[in-house]
């Protein structure tokens, strides 16, 4: 399976479905481990009901899958507006097609569309969208995609009457048997929960840096009181001030610049350009640039120009790169050339969407509307150079009069774009501090601390305060998007990191490590979450993650993962010290248990989301073929019994560690090498 999604990656995914996973050799390779399962078992002579039910339940998800294989019928449906369709057994014409947007901005919401379905001269409107399908005579109706005119809709068919029901029958009884394995009083996890260990630990700190210097902008004051104006910034309505922050960040890599805030900065480029030009804003990481170029780790924008003929000297390294020259130096070139032509856009005005009108929110810059008043247009394109005219001219109640004017007018024409008093508010809190960058930091100084310096009460009520500041910093998240955040790679890492010190927090008790492990397991997610693939920008999700599904399917999955994280730690450790070998190996079964109820549950779960949205349960997405693979890692050590090398302690936590590598793949390894429908994940 996994050589399959390498193949799939370089072959894509039609071969790989018909010469691996549809293949005859392929399936019969599932059909012969279950019956070499189901032979063991009854050679064995296993009568726990809750071993009996899970083993079951796989040969039930097999038969599922089997039956789904020889009897399914899958198809597309593309319909023409008011063009009948006859390609089914009935008819069916579409009347309506809609992209419904988020308020005031083009960040598509949900695609819908409305049909009648004619049958023996009856009638029946029906009405599909993203994760709502539409049922009739076995047959499913899914949105699939829609037409550029907008006057078309392409719809995903399926009929499966005969593998869905099986294969949901399994999951059933998968879920009963996960949860009775883990509450059975006779079962080896309630054993372990009978045991006591004690500890070790590992890595790391870091800290932040801000050069300075000076130049004309707003001062702090109308800096708060722009930072409280509105715009539309990745089709998403939210306060300056957060555009503002990640401009900063972007061209900067900090916060702010010089002593000045990150609303000054961007007031700085949109008001008074010229002088912000010259100013040592971008930062170059790239010493090799840095060199060729004969400029300093922070470069004004001007430096990229030559002074004599105003030439771009990034030019030719950029063309490179876009020619396919990936190597470090020119990938550094387009790294500095995106942050240019950031600031050439907010220095031109381009992205300064601040003007609201009937639904469309408009720069300066954009060609408006000729429905608008001409009066209207003028207080939109001499809104911001007037307001740049009284900050030079230093008439700060004037400017204040200016900035509030232009949140009336927001609020005048904007209407129910502009988010809720208290969304806006805890966003306003949201930008306010660095969180995870403060929690990753107290993270790994007191997990590291805890190695040294016993203070058992000390590090339990610290780990209980980072919890509750973590959770408090998901909550405002969650308000703030206005829904579960786990849709993406930085909000799945902060999920991990909190659910590792719920866990520590939990077993402190019986086991002293485990608020050591839980304490640096946190700080090395919060830490992976600063990296450059992680975006922390909050966005409107894709139409398809808009489902209840998600906080259950990605909840479960990273519990699973921060639990198989911990056993990876006791692995080290054991590793390291074999007189805390049978402890760590305590604590790793005692976190194994869980994980797999928790994965397999997650699994399950995200398969009835996939035959919801997409209309299949198990399409071997590469995402979906890792978790399994993980799952079928990872379900071996639960069989030492069957299998006596993993009882030496040695083996067993050489090999969680080695399994550990399955679960970076499924989640790293995916997202950013092998793609497929989990890929924005």
């Excluded at 309506?96 to 949900?110: I, M, S, W």
């Excluded at 793949?665 to 890929?679: A, E």
Aim: aromatic content about 12%; some cysteine.
């Amino acid at each position: 399976m996994a050589t399959a999604t390498i193949i799939e990656k370089c072959e894509g995914t039609e071969y790989a479905a018909s010469a691996i996973y549809g293949s005859w050799w392929f399936t019969a390779l599932w059909a012969l481990l279950a019956a070499a399962g189901f032979l063991y078992i009854i050679r064995c002579r296993v009568r726990r009901p809750a071993i009996l039910t899970l083993h079951a339940s796989f040969g039930v998800i097999l038969a599922g899958a089997l039956l789904t294989h020889l009897t399914a019928w899958q198809g597309t449906l593309h319909l023409r507006m008011n063009r009948p369709d006859t390609s089914l057994p009935f008819t069916v014409t579409l009347k309506a097609f809609e992209v419904r947007c988020h308020e005031g901005t083009n960040a598509p919401y949900d695609y819908m569309s409305r049909f009648i379905i004619t049958d023996d001269g009856e009638s029946t409107e029906g009405m599909v969208s993203m994760n709502n399908i539409f049922s009739y005579r076995g047959y499913r109706l899914y949105q699939s995609s829609y037409d550029d005119d907008m006057m078309g809709s392409t719809l995903s068919v399926n009929s499966d009457p005969w593998g869905i029901p099986v294969t949901y029958l399994g999951y059933a009884m998968l879920f009963v048997a996960l949860v009775w394995m883990l509450i059975e009083p006779r079962g080896r996890f309630r054993k372990v929960l009978d045991v006591t260990a004690k500890a070790m630990a590992l890595p790391l700190a870091m800290a932040v840096v801000t050069p300075a210097l000076a130049a004309n902008t707003v001062s702090k004051e109308d800096a708060a009181r722009l930072a409280r104006l509105n715009i539309n910034y990745n089709d998403r309505i939210c306060p300056l001030e957060t555009f503002a922050l990640d401009f900063t960040k972007s061209i900067a890599g900090a916060r702010g610049y010089g002593g000045y805030n990150a609303v000054q900065v961007l007031a700085g480029f949109a008001l008074f350009s010229d002088e912000w030009m010259e100013e040592p804003v971008i930062r170059v990481k790239s010493a090799e640039l840095r060199e060729r170029l004969g400029i300093g780790e922070h470069a004004s924008a001007a430096s990229f120009f030559n002074a004599a003929n105003g030439k771009y000297r990034l030019g030719p390294y950029v063309q490179e790169y876009y020619k396919g020259s990936n190597d470090a130096f020119h990938k550094a070139a387009a790294e500095v050339d995106e942050k240019l032509m950031l600031i050439m856009q907010v220095r031109g005005q381009v992205l300064m969407k601040m003007f609201p009108y009937r639904g469309v929110w408009y720069s300066p810059a954009d060609k408006l509307p000729a429905t608008m008043v001409e009066e209207q247009q003028g207080y939109v394109r001499s809104a911001l150079p007037v307001l740049a005219m009284l900050v030079h001219g230093d008439i700060t109640a004037q400017s204040e009069e200016m900035i509030g004017k232009m949140l009336k007018y927001q609020y005048r024409y904007g209407g129910n774009a502009i988010p809720s008093p208290l969304r806006l508010e805890a966003e306003r809190i949201y930008n306010a501090l660095p969180y995870t960058t403060m929690l990753f930091i107290a993270c790994l100084t007191l997990g590291l601390a805890s190695v040294a310096w016993r203070r058992k009460r000390l590090y339990a009520w610290g780990t209980a305060l980072l919890l509750l500041f973590l959770t408090l910093f998901l909550a405002l998240r969650w308000l703030v998007s206005g829904r579960v955040p786990m849709a993406n790679g930085y909000e799945t890492m902060l999920t991990m990191a909190w659910a590792v010190l719920a866990v520590a927090l939990l077993l402190r008790r019986r086991f002293q490590i485990i608020i050591t492990f839980g304490l640096l397991l946190a700080g090395f997610f919060l830490l992976v979450s600063h990296l450059s693939q992680m975006n922390p920008q909050i966005n409107h999700v894709m139409p398809v993650l808009q489902s209840p599904l998600l906080a259950v399917h990605v909840s479960v999955i990273m519990a699973a993962y921060a639990l198989l994280s911990i056993t990876a730690a006791c692995a080290v450790v054991a590793l390291a010290s074999r007189k805390r070998a049978e402890a760590m190996t305590q604590l790793s079964v005692l976190m194994l248990y869980p994980a797999m109820a928790c994965l397999g549950m997650g699994i399950f779960v995200g398969a009835i989301w996939a035959n919801v949205s997409w209309g299949t349960y198990w399409s071997w997405d590469p995402k979906e073929t890792w978790a399994l693979i993980t799952f079928m890692l990872y379900a071996v050590p639960l069989h030492r019994v069957s299998l006596p090398q993993l009882g030496n302690h040695r083996a067993y936590h050489i090999y969680t560690l080695c399994s550990f590598a399955s679960v970076v793949v499924t989640y790293f390894g995916v997202n950013y090498l092998l793609g497929g429908m989990h890929s924005y994940a």
